[in-house]
């Protein structure tokens, strides 16, 4: 069993290596996603509910480096690589608008690429109400699930039954063989939030802000052979997203939170909060209440109808 296992192993490391952006940089598809990666970023950082003026340079100088680079190799008509471009720009001009003086170097950068796009669209994150973000909490399926946001601005606090009660609604999550291996942590107490988060490393500009922090692992007990050591992630998977749809439903404002971090880090983790070892760490999500106004990334999304392939 244990060679099998190795077998396994072997097998996810070959492929993760070859062909995701670790050791080569070498198809349209991995630069694409590390202009994807760059730009969301930036996104990110001009949606802080403090927004730090001269925020991620040496990410935003990354980020035109690689577009002028994709420039050279593939087609710019892609929607991502446009949509990159159109955040270098509103970037620049969100400084102009505060009188903010960029490096002089840097706008060189940003003038370099700017100038070779004639058809440049200016991208503008999107500004909401508290009153508007919910309006659409009780609509039909597709209006509801387009509403739904990833909020990186929290303030106030929010009541432990709404979280109950998101759980409760998405437990009829469906998982491999009806095992039901999801776990929900719930941390209310703010200085162990202030310590999961010092681990998670992906929360900077708005962690300090999250109300209750809720730690999805799966228990693998139930778990039989080599062959299903990525089910874990697939039922968590499925359970964070039923559980948003739920929390928003609920009116409760959350933000998933990756955990890919390192076996160290991983026991740190198990020191904030008790966790059995037989739970792995799935994701976590930050919620809380809604200021009267904020600010949400554009995210673009791919048309749906990139995404599908049709086998006959």
């Not at 491999?176 to 999801?182: H, S």
């Not at 107490?189 to 010092?198: D, H």
């Not at 080599?226 to 959350?254: I, Q």
């Not at 390192?262 to 008790?274: A, F, G, N, Q």
């Amino acid at each position: 069993m244990i060679k099998k296992h190795d077998s396994y192993s072997n097998y996810d490391k070959e492929l993760f290596l070859e062909h995701s952006n670790v050791l080569h940089q070498d198809t349209q598809l991995k630069y694409v996603g590390r202009i994807v990666q760059l730009y969301h970023i930036i996104e990110k950082g001009l949606t802080m509910p403090e927004m730090r003026l001269g925020f991620g340079q040496p990410k935003l100088i990354n980020l035109i480096d690689k577009c002028l680079a994709y420039q050279k190799k593939y087609d710019t008509n892609n929607i991502q690589y446009q949509h990159a471009v159109g955040v270098i720009a509103e970037y620049q001009k969100v400084h102009e608008e505060h009188q903010y003086p960029l490096d002089e170097n840097l706008l060189k950068k940003i003038k370099s690429i700017l100038e070779k796009e004639s058809d440049l669209k200016i991208t503008k994150q999107l500004i909401k109400t508290k009153a508007n973000y919910f309006e659409h909490q009780l609509a039909a399926f597709d209006t509801f699930s387009n509403s739904r946001h990833s909020i990186r601005n929290f303030s106030g606090t929010i009541k432990s039954e709404q979280i109950e009660e998101a759980i409760r609604l998405a437990q009829n999550t469906p998982t491999a063989c009806n095992r039901q291996p999801i776990r929900v942590h719930i941390i209310e107490n703010k200085e162990l939030i202030a310590e999961a988060f010092k681990i998670q490393n992906g929360n900077r500009g708005f962690g300090h802000l999250v109300d209750k922090l809720l730690v999805i692992t799966a228990d693998i007990s139930s778990y039989q052979d080599s062959e299903e050591r990525n089910l874990p992630y697939v039922d968590g998977g499925m359970y964070t997203m039923n559980l948003l749809y739920a929390l928003h439903f609920n009116k409760v404002a959350a933000i998933p939170l990756n955990w890919c971090r390192t076996k160290e880090e991983d026991l740190k983790m198990r020191k904030v909060i008790s966790i059995p070892k037989s739970e792995i760490i799935i994701v976590f999500v930050g919620c809380g209440n809604l200021p009267d106004d904020f600010k949400l990334a554009v995210s673009k999304r791919y048309d749906y109808k990139d995404i599908f392939t049709k086998h006959n």
